[in-house]
């Protein structure tokens, strides 16, 4: 579920949801803004799916928060 496998495309893996996440989170946003970006996305699907791609974007430093909004950890 995390990764893609050979049963799992990349699209219903939790990678492939985070890099539609980041392709959206273009500026800083707030949760509820950025959840309005993307949930009528097939790769997101429900607020739960989307919950756990931010668990795994926090967890591998992809983004973070800073005074109660999201945006890309610079590299």
Do not use: N
Not at 48 to 75: E, N, W
Request: net charge positive; hydrophobic share 50%.
């Amino acid at each position: 579920m995390i990764l893609p496998t050979k049963h799992i495309p990349l699209g219903h893996s939790l990678f492939g949801a985070g890099a539609a996440v980041l392709r959206h989170l273009d500026a800083p946003r707030s949760v509820s803004s950025l959840w309005e970006r993307v949930r009528l996305m097939p790769e997101i699907g429900s607020f739960p799916r989307f919950i756990l791609v931010l668990d795994l974007l926090f967890s591998i430093d992809a983004i973070t928060m800073v005074d109660g909004v999201m945006q890309r950890r610079a590299t």
